[in-house]
């Protein structure tokens, strides 16, 4: 787990005193949790047992200002997020609701506690995107898009690996940025992922959205779909990909012109872009950040690019770069850092049958 950090958690510890009246030695904070940015959470436990997150955003490095304001707007507009009691700008400190210490992740105790919960955090992307302002959110661009992209290339080709760019490179950031952007503009959480949904009462709550952007329809379903610890087989993918789309023509988010074939290429392109962006950023906080345990997820990204990009004979010759160039030296990368990374098991839905 992340460390506290000394020289801020004096400072947390006296504001917060100050928001509830207290001395700083009648409060017992303790660390809940970090993540791969600069943030770190602490649980404050007041004289009465009532329980905070204290949220600890160096302003140095985090700006709390998009937080502030999603989570304003959000839970304005109906959606499950955490309530900020305090908060201190320019500290870069805020006292939010505690949810608890149970993401979605950890409840997948079985294949169909799995997929039961998967369902429902798909439910929980059409409220976001039924009732989610969008309009004061910035706009996944293709500047953006293609921003995130070209994280492949130099920190995981040239900063891990030591390789060129693949055939073609130029051709396929423009065909994947392209595709992302005809599609029908809705907010994006931007990491909706297992590990960013709180169980709370057998309802899910949303965290860590301060980078949420307008932006495809699908980037949040294929966030979920295809994220850090789950990898799904076609038939699975099919099914939520098929329920999706028709979901979205009933709500009026999509056309119906835009036919099963055609979501079903959308959401594939979404997957490589996506899968292509983590491994760019995975290997930048390893190299530029020195954060550990992320090398050891980058065969299981390799593996979800690979799935989105064989239906298509248009990435054909990726794959092959893929296959006969870059896993190469991917294994060849982590072995030389004595790195074994977990298997990456497909779920079915056969299975629980």
Known sequence: MTSADPARLGPLTAWAAEQYGLAPDALRLTLAAG?????????????????????????????????LAIATDWLAAGLPVPRVHHADLDMGFLALDDLGDTPLQNSFTSRKATLDGFDKAITLIHELQAKAPKDALPIYDAALLTRELELFPEWCLDGLLGIASPPGWTTLVTQLVDSAL?????????DFDAMNLMLEDDALVLIDFQDAVAGPLTYDFISLTRGRYRRFDATTLHHWQAAFRESAIVDGRLDPAIDAERFHFWCDAMAAQRSLKVLGIFCRLTLRDGKAGYLARLPHFLAHLDDSLAPWPAFVDLRHWLHSTFTPALEEALASRSIEAPASEVMTQEATA
């Open 35 to 67: 993540d791969a940015s600069f943030r770190r959470y602490y649980r404050l436990t007041l004289p009465d047992g009532a329980t905070r997150i204290l949220m600890d955003a160096p302003p140095a490095q985090e700006d709390s200002r998009p937080f």
């Open 182 to 190: 005809e599609q029908p503009r809705f907010v994006v959480h931007r």
